[in-house]
């Protein structure tokens, strides 16, 4: 009983683990590109052209990352 308790215990944490790596993996590149088009944008005085070439690129990353961590874990 306490042995199987501890390994309901051990496969939430490493749920919650993986769940939190994806979350970070997915948010840092895209927060971080927003953040870098927003200052190009306010540098070179061009709107929102950076902003949207860099989120775009952001939300790329995120998404490669995702699927390299996923096929590194599953395949």
Request: hydrophobic share 55%; no cysteine; glycine share 6%.
């Amino acid at each position: 009983m306490k042995h199987q308790r501890k390994k309901q215990t051990r496969e939430i944490l490493n749920a919650f683990t993986l769940l939190s790596q994806i979350g970070i993996s997915m948010i840092v590149p895209i927060l971080f590109s927003i953040w870098f088009g927003n200052f190009l944008d306010k540098k070179f005085e061009t709107g929102v052209t950076f902003l949207a070439i860099f989120a775009v690129l952001g939300v790329m990353t995120s998404f490669k990352v995702l699927y390299d961590m996923v096929i590194k874990r599953f395949m």
